[in-house]
């Protein structure tokens, strides 16, 4: 079966640190893989995906992740974070027909 | 601006009542979806439609019905809500026929059964 894991439930970094959200992956053939962010009181956005090609896939508001296909890792990093990052980040694997979703990681940015 | 509108906002319903969940897209995407959200357990599916007149079950479509008269509306029917159906209910939509495009969301319907 296809499935998605965040083995933490919460990340906390202080501001100006790099910050890595960690997600794998059991998925059979090649995964198409996504990250998204929720803020409060709002839906998930969009915030990166690897289809196919470099392994590291970078996306908005200077985010980027890192697939590893050994490891069946997608993890999610950004070299120097920001207050205004905090929210809560979603893996999710799609696998044709339709996606699978992590738990979640709520990620805290300390000024 | 383009998106995806859900109504109501919020709702509290009593048990045993029928409740009806509004979904409208103005971006004329193929595929529609309905997912909940609950607190350590993500996002689970609960109906989808890859185009206007179908529709196809999720993880967890018990007690929920969906239709899908045309491209933009996608409403979530409880018949007859229980407790458990309490929880955050998200809409979204994709362009199904662009090679593994992103979910769009909604801004969430919050749902609590009494």
């Known amino acids: 079966a296809q499935s998605v894991a965040q083995p933490e439930d919460q990340v906390n970094v202080a501001e100006g640190n790099p910050l890595t959200v960690k997600c794998t992956y059991s998925?059979?053939?090649?995964?198409?893989l996504f990250w998204y962010v929720q803020y409060p009181n709002r839906g998930l956005q969009f915030l990166l995906k690897?289809?196919?090609?470099?392994?590291l896939v970078k996306g908005s508001y200077g985010f980027e992740a890192e697939f590893n296909k050994s490891q069946t890792s997608f993890h999610l990093k950004k070299p120097s974070a920001l207050v205004s990052d905090s929210a809560l980040y979603f893996c999710?694997?799609?696998?044709?027909?339709?996606?699978?979703f992590g738990p979640g990681t709520r990620l805290s940015v300390l000024p | 601006i383009a998106g995806i509108t859900q109504a109501p906002t919020s709702q509290i319903l009593a048990a045993g009542r029928r409740m009806t969940l509004r979904c409208t897209q103005d971006?004329?995407?193929?595929?529609m979806y309905w997912y909940r959200q609950d607190l350590g357990l993500g996002l689970r599916l609960i109906h989808y439609?890859?185009?206007?007149?179908?529709?196809g079950k999720g993880e967890v479509p018990d007690g929920y019905s969906v239709s899908r008269a045309n491209t933009d509306d996608f409403p979530l029917t409880l018949a007859s809500a229980v407790p458990s159906q309490t929880s955050v209910y998200f809409c979204?939509?994709?362009?199904?026929?662009?090679?593994?495009?992103?979910?769009?969301f909604g801004n969430g319907t919050r749902l609590t059964v009494t």
């Open positions: 998925v059979s053939g090649n995964p198409y």
């Open positions: 439609s890859n185009t206007a007149g179908t529709t």
């Open positions: 690897y289809i196919t090609g470099d392994n």
């Open positions: 999710a694997v799609d696998y044709g027909q339709n996606f699978v």
């Open positions: 979204a939509s994709s362009d199904s026929f662009q090679h593994n495009s992103p979910l769009h």
């Open positions: 971006m004329r995407h193929n595929a």
